[in-house]
T-cell receptor, first 113, second 116 residues
Framework: AQSVTQLGSHVSVSEGALVLLRCNYS??????LFWYVQYPNQGLQLLLK??????LVKGINGFEAEFKKSETSFHLTKPSAHMSDAAEYFC???????????FGTGTSLTVIP | GAGVSQTPSNKVTEKGKYVELRCDPI?????LYWYRQSLGQGPEFLIY????????DSGLPNDRFFAVRPEGSVSTLKIQRTERGDSAVYLC??????????????FGPGTRLTVL
């Protein structure tokens, strides 16, 4: 079975501070992992994905995530938060057959000026 | 290029009514997915199409829910005898290939369904 857990439903950071959004996964097969961002009234947009290549994955808008098998984690980071980063972030893992994603409950990021 | 589009963006209906939600995937994408996102939750898988056929409908909650994709492009999610618990945002996604592991799914903006 596959699942992800996102620790912290709400995260607040100051503008210019480090962003760290946590995701831990459970998977019965080698996982493929994704981070999506959702702005208000918009669809989910892919930030980055891990598909068993390099463990440090770089995505759009300065975000990156590191796959750590020993910790079953895939945390999302960004060195310096911008106001435009305020949104809902979802971590997801692929199912065995690839035709569905299992999403976490999301983390709402607030950036304080 | 155009992304995934969904219509209507909002739908308000009364309990017991029938609704149809439409998804227009990215041109050329063979795989299409429906998810349901309840308030405060992540999206939950409903059904996956490969071409015209429903390859996996294991996420449909009950037989009131049905989806079609007759020509392998546009899909319609149909909900009969709606209940208040069906209120959610219904998301559609498409991917280029066969839905293999690692394929990026591209999401539409969703249809917000409210059942009064």
């Amino acid at each position: 079975a596959q699942s992800v857990t996102q620790l912290g439903s709400h995260v607040s950071v100051s503008e210019g501070a480090l962003v760290l959004l946590r995701c831990n996964y459970s998977s019965s097969v080698p996982p493929y992992l994704f981070w999506y961002v959702q702005y208000p009234n918009q669809g989910l947009q892919l930030l980055l994905k891990y598909t068993s290549a390099a463990t440090l994955v770089k995505g759009i808008n300065g975000f990156e995530a590191e796959f750590k098998k020993s910790e079953t984690s895939f945390h999302l980071t960004k060195p310096s938060a911008h106001m435009s980063d305020a949104a809902e972030y979802f971590c997801a893992v692929n199912g065995n057959t690839g035709n569905q994603f299992y999403f976490g409950t999301g983390t709402s990021l607030t950036v304080i000026p | 290029g155009a992304g995934v589009s969904q219509t209507p963006s909002n739908k308000v209906t009364e309990k017991g009514k029938y609704v149809e939600l439409r998804c227009d995937p990215i041109s050329g994408h063979t795989a299409l997915y429906w998810y349901r996102q309840s308030l405060g939750q992540g999206p939950e898988f409903l059904i996956y199409f490969q071409g015209t056929g429903a390859a996996d409908d294991s996420g449909l909650p009950n037989d009131r829910f049905f989806a079609v994709r007759p020509e392998g492009s546009v899909s319609t999610l149909k909900i009969q005898r709606t209940e208040r618990g069906d209120s959610a945002v219904y998301l559609c996604a498409s991917s280029l290939n066969s839905g293999a592991r690692g394929d990026t799914q591209y999401f539409g903006p969703g249809t917000r369904l409210t059942v009064l």
